[in-house]
């Protein structure tokens, strides 16, 4: 198999001679920065002395998911690094603790993408994959640079879940120019190298605009259309649930005038009840009166009549005068 060598540094590797390391080594990885805005203090000259020398290169950003979002961080590895260049591989370094990696890991690389149209690589160690479900980071096409530090560049690669190995950190312990550093392998050749690098968008001619534009708009009135034409689907249910409300309103209307006739109607025989009331009331109130004369006339009639006394009285008065 195809394969390249190279290291990947940051501020603790000091200033290098970058003609020194395009001639030892096939390509370089630099640290951009950490967590939310931290920048690596040799970054801006690591970055412009790669790109000044041609060598192929990318760089790494090491995250701090207890303290930030993924959004933030990627946000701030593309602001350090200002504008990415074509063929610059990319990568998120997650090496600390954390109780949900694969879904910290997932948002920051689809972050990433959806703010430079790049997929970047994932940079965590053995152990970490086998602790972990990586499917959802697979899925996404993310590649892999794997730690397992074997001491050997041409060391076999372990068994892991992704479909292939993009690149493999193998050692912490090479030495260059009187120092330790990083040693990495890169499975396949420059052109490997630069597939896994940024892809800015060609420019387009006015014409392939033009085109890009017009499907744009017939995307964009897509919804609209479906939702004409599902309306006119549903047109004829409709119409038949509003031929059933207006009967069910016509059935009410009837109903409603039938019980307000029926309303009528008893206010009418409810007012006939009460003039016969008030009628038999004051023929009552007559017969009432009528008795109640009658009965003193009756009691005058009782205090008036003559006692037996009288009548004896009456008649020997009557026998005296005869004779």
Same mark, same amino acid.
């Given at each position: 198999?195809?394969?390249?060598?190279?290291?990947?540094?940051?501020?603790?590797?000091?200033?290098?001679?970058?003609?020194?390391?395009?001639?030892?080594?096939?390509?370089?990885?630099?640290?951009?920065?950490?967590?939310? #805005?931290? !920048?690596?203090?040799?970054?801006?000259?690591?970055?412009?002395?790669?790109?000044?020398?041609?060598?192929?290169?990318?760089?790494? @950003?090491?995250?701090? =998911?207890?303290?930030?979002? =993924?959004?933030?961080?990627?946000?701030?590895?593309?602001?350090?690094? #200002?504008?990415?260049?074509?063929?610059?591989?990319?990568?998120?370094?997650?090496?600390?603790?954390?109780?949900?990696?694969? #879904?910290?890991?997932?948002?920051?690389?689809?972050?990433?993408?959806?703010?430079?149209?790049?997929?970047?690589?994932?940079?965590?160690?053995?152990?970490?994959?086998?602790?972990?479900?990586?499917?959802?980071?697979?899925?996404?096409?993310?590649?892999?640079?794997?730690?397992?530090?074997?001491?050997?560049?041409?060391?076999?690669?372990?068994?892991? =879940?992704?479909?292939?190995?993009?690149?493999?950190?193998?050692?912490?312990?090479?030495?260059?120019?009187?120092?330790?550093?990083?040693?990495?392998?890169?499975?396949?050749?420059?052109?490997?190298?630069?597939?896994?690098?940024?892809?800015?968008? =060609?420019?387009?001619?006015?014409?392939?605009?033009?085109?890009?534009?017009?499907?744009?708009? !017939?995307?964009?009135?897509?919804?609209?259309?479906?939702?004409?034409?599902?309306?006119? $689907?549903?047109?004829?249910?409709?119409?038949?649930?509003?031929?059933?409300?207006?009967?069910?309103?016509?059935?009410?209307?009837?109903?409603?005038?039938?019980?307000?006739?029926?309303?009528?109607?008893?206010?009418?025989?409810?007012?006939?009840?009460?003039?016969?009331?008030?009628?038999?009331?004051?023929?009552?109130?007559?017969?009432?009166?009528?008795?109640?004369?009658?009965?003193?006339?009756?009691?005058?009639?009782?205090?008036? $009549?003559?006692? @037996?006394?009288?009548?004896?009285?009456? !008649?020997?008065?009557?026998?005296?005068?005869?004779?």
């Amino acid at each position: 198999m195809t394969t390249l060598r190279g290291i990947d540094i940051s501020v603790y590797q000091g200033d290098l001679d970058f003609t020194n390391l395009k001639s030892s080594f096939d390509f370089v990885i630099a640290r951009a920065g950490f967590g939310n #805005g931290g !920048i690596d203090k040799e970054f801006i000259r690591n970055r412009d002395g790669l790109r000044g020398t041609n060598q192929l290169h990318g760089f790494y @950003w090491y995250t701090y =998911p207890n303290q930030n979002t =993924p959004e933030s961080e990627a946000e701030s590895f593309i602001t350090t690094v #200002g504008g990415f260049k074509d063929g610059e591989l990319c990568a998120l370094d997650f090496e600390e603790s954390f109780s949900e990696p694969v #879904g910290w890991c997932l948002r920051f690389l689809q972050h990433f993408e959806a703010l430079t149209g790049y997929k970047p690589l994932l940079y965590i160690n053995l152990a970490l994959v086998q602790a972990h479900d990586w499917t959802p980071v697979i899925q996404n096409n993310t590649g892999l640079w794997l730690a397992k530090w074997d001491f050997n560049p041409d060391g076999s690669i372990p068994l892991i =879940p992704w479909p292939v190995c993009a690149m493999r950190q193998y050692t912490d312990k090479l030495s260059y120019n009187g120092q330790l550093v990083d040693g990495d392998v890169l499975y396949g050749d420059s052109t490997t190298f630069l597939n896994y690098g940024y892809k800015s968008t =060609p420019s387009m001619t006015q014409d392939q605009q033009n085109i890009l534009n017009f499907l744009a708009s !017939i995307n964009a009135n897509e919804g609209k259309v479906r939702e004409a034409f599902g309306a006119l $689907q549903d047109a004829p249910a409709k119409d038949t649930q509003i031929v059933n409300l207006t009967a069910q309103v016509t059935d009410l209307t009837g109903k409603l005038t039938d019980s307000e006739k029926t309303v009528a109607d008893q206010q009418t025989q409810l007012s006939t009840a009460n003039s016969q009331i008030n009628s038999e009331t004051t023929q009552i109130a007559s017969l009432t009166t009528d008795r109640d004369t009658y009965k003193a006339k009756y009691v005058q009639l009782l205090n008036n $009549q003559p006692t @037996w006394s009288d009548i004896i009285t009456i !008649i020997l008065n009557k026998l005296s005068i005869k004779n």
